[in-house]
């Protein structure tokens, strides 16, 4: 057993979204204590929407993120609609999945090969590894263009698009414009993302499968983005209006942002590795393809390969994308129209880290009585304190270099959107 | 990913709006200081009018891999960003990047994993810097969720706009 006693401290965590702190203490052979500590303006947006009127949310919440403003647009106006007894379909619907995918191949391309790929390779960067690879990051550039095109030609610009209202859009793109703009661009990712997925699959990784319950939406036909109900590998299956009844929020004092845990068993996980596992047989039949041949199988517990899962998806959405444009007509009008009553509605969409769960109440005028956000990273925080917790314990001959090194490995292998949410993420490994 | 042979990244090759000078208001409206780069893009924008058309000015907030994107083609550009080092808000701070790495601790105010000198950086790694690029830095004070600019960064915003305008109107390979 050993028996001595050593303090390790990283102040800062590179390479993940926004800020946030970390802090685990070592007795000897035993982990006494993980905090992911995240000093969040608590509920800042939730309060800032009340009393605005329903058709600013989108737009509002849109800037909680820089990294996934669609989703914070997409589970909002599924909400409001639910709200307002409305349901968008038709080729609005498609819209919307095609300006979805567009944040999914930014995001994951942005997370894979600029964020999470240095880790497996030994490089403190991406800007270190483009010294030596360059060609893959040139492609990841050009990956990543094709969803910031996507989100651009749907959205009205790449960063917070300003083209999504309650009801669908205030300006749709025509078939012609999607194809110009889109089509060529696509092809193109899509052949990367191909690549993609074998080079992730080809990077060193860990083994370290967890025990993990996975939440995502499932939905009859599709891999989900807007719609679906609420599953898990343990047995939940609901409707989305039910969030509350199975997931609890909690309030810890190590951290401003709350942390979610099923009522019936604790911790769970959200995002690609759960999406995946959950949705495999309703991926495209290439990325099925893919994945297969990455040595994945149809599910995946191992957080270290979701590198490879998000090349996946990433491929996933380049053929949905792709689908969506060939069937693609311009419908008029541009949105529903959408009149407000008092209500509650409840939407719940899948951004590139998970499901992001909204509730809204409004009145008769259509002004936000309350509202509830729960990001998919505060989601996953109990489960990244778990793994951290996990692997410090079987790792803990590692010098502490390198457990630090991997510990914050860890960390990223869940691509926290601590941005959504925080300041400072600051690691700390701490031995007695 | 990097298959032999592969082309490389089309960004850099085909712009779709090439324009000869850049200048891109890197930050967010929604923390505080940190939107004084967009500000500036906006009084500029202002000046502008329907005139200059060699001048393209833009406003991002994101991360800094955009900015690859978005300097595509140019050959001069101008990133105004809000900084933090200490310094009295409202410091005006100016980087030839050409010549000198920025300094990431100055800029590394962003929420975001890839911010504006790792973006820099990795272009430099790419061969994908512009030709000139020129980075100022405004001193923020409070960088807090909320919109509005402290009264000492928006009188620097106003500075450097007119500054900026006088310059590039003249010449829009100087700046």
């Given at each position: 057993?050993k ?5 390790i401290?990283v102040?800062?965590l ?9 802090h685990?203490?070592l ?9 992911l ?13 009340r ?6 949310v ?5 800037r909680?993120c820089?990294?996934?403003?669609i ?5 909002s ?6 709200a307002?007894?409305?349901?968008v ?6 819209l919307?999945r ?25 490089y ?6 483009a ?11 050009t ?7 996507i ?59 967890q ?18 109900r ?13 969030y ?5 929020e909690?309030?810890?004092?190590h951290?401003?942002?709350l942390h ?6 604790g ?5 690609p590795?759960?999406?995946y ?5 309703r991926?495209?039949?290439s ?21 490879v899962?998000?090349a ?7 053929d949905?994308?792709l689908?969506?444009?060939d ?5 008029d009008?541009p949105?529903?129209p959408v ?15 998970g499901i992001?769960y909204?509730?809204?109440?409004i009145?008769?005028?259509?002004a936000?009585l ?13 489960t990244?304190e ?10 803990l ?12 490995q ?16 600051r690691l ?5 | 990913?990097?298959r ?8 850099g090759?085909?712009?779709a709006?090439a324009?000869?000078t ?7 409206q929604?923390?505080?200081d940190d939107?004084?780069?967009p500000?500036v ?16 000015i833009s ?8 900015l ?9 550009v101008?990133?105004i960003?809000?900084?933090f ?6 410091s ?11 300094p ?6 962003s929420?975001?994993?890839f ?9 430099r ?23 509005g ?6 009188l620097a ?16 390979e100087?700046?």
């Open positions: 057993m028996t001595d006693n050593r303090v401290k102040d800062y590179a390479r993940v979204e926004g800020e946030g702190g970390l685990i203490k007795k000897g052979d035993t982990v006494t204590s993980v905090q500590r995240i000093f969040e303006p608590p509920r800042f947006f939730e309060a800032f929407l009393g605005r009127d329903f058709r600013e989108p737009d509002i919440t849109a909680i820089g990294i996934c403003p989703a914070y647009q997409m589970s106006v599924h909400a409001l609609e639910q307002c007894g409305v349901q379909d038709g080729q609005l619907r498609e919307r095609l300006i979805y995918c567009g944040e999914w191949i930014e995001s994951h391309v942005l997370h894979f090969a600029m964020l999470h790929a240095p880790d497996f390779l030994g403190a960067d991406a800007i270190q590894m010294k030596d690879h360059p060609a893959i990051v040139q492609q990841a550039l990956l990543k263009k094709a969803g910031n095109d989100v651009n030609v749907v959205g009205g610009r790449e960063i917070h698009p300003i083209n999504v209202r309650v009801g669908g859009f205030y300006k749709l793109p025509t078939r012609r414009e999607l194809q110009r703009r889109l089509k060529d661009q696509l092809e193109e990712a899509r052949q990367i993302a191909v690549e993609a997925v074998r080079w992730t699959a080809s990077l060193p990784c860990p083994d370290f499968e025990d993990y319950e996975f939440v995502a939406l499932r939905h009859p036909d599709e891999y989900p983005f807007n719609e679906g609420l599953v898990s590998n343990k047995g939940l299956d609901l409707s989305i209006s039910e509350e009844t199975y997931f609890a909690e309030h810890l004092e951290s401003t942002a979610s845990h099923t009522r019936a068993r911790a769970y996980l959200v995002g590795l759960a999406r596992s959950l949705n495999f047989d991926l495209s039949p990325a099925q393809e893919a994945a297969l041949a990455a040595g994945l199988g149809n599910e995946c517990r191992n957080p270290f390969k979701s590198i899962v998000r996946v998806e990433t491929l996933y959405a380049c949905e994308a689908r969506i444009l069937s693609y007509e311009q419908p009008p949105a529903l009149e407000p009553r008092a209500g509650t509605g409840y939407g719940c969409s899948e951004a590139p880290r992001l909204h509730r809204y109440r009145d008769e005028q259509g936000v309350d509202a509830r956000i729960v990001p998919p990273t505060s989601q996953n925080q109990r990244i778990h793994d951290l917790w996990q692997f410090a314990e079987r790792n001959q590692l010098p502490d270099d390198r457990l630090t090194w991997q510990c914050e860890i960390v990223r292998n869940y691509d926290p959107c601590i941005s959504c949410s925080t300041h400072f993420l700390s490994l701490e031995r007695e | 990913m990097g032999p042979g592969a082309t490389p990244a089309a960004e090759a085909a712009p709006r324009a000869p850049r200048v891109i208001g890197v930050g967010n929604w923390r505080g939107g004084a780069g500000a893009a906006h009084l500029l924008r202002a000046r502008q009018g329907a005139a200059a058309a060699a001048l393209q406003a991002i907030d994101g991360g800094g891999l955009n690859i994107t978005a300097w595509a083609g140019a050959t001069t101008v990133l960003d809000a900084v080092s200490g310094a009295a808000p409202g005006i701070h100016r980087f030839d990047v050409g010549a000198q790495p920025l990431e601790a100055l800029f590394r105010h929420t975001h994993a911010g504006i000198a790792e973006a820099v950086e990795l272009a790694a790419l061969a994908q810097l512009p030709p000139r690029l020129v980075v100022y830095g405004i001193e923020g004070r409070q960088f807090d969720p909320g919109v600019l402290s009264p000492a960064v928006e915003t106003r500075t450097l706009a007119e500054q900026l305008w006088q310059q590039l109107r003249m010449s829009s100087a700046c």
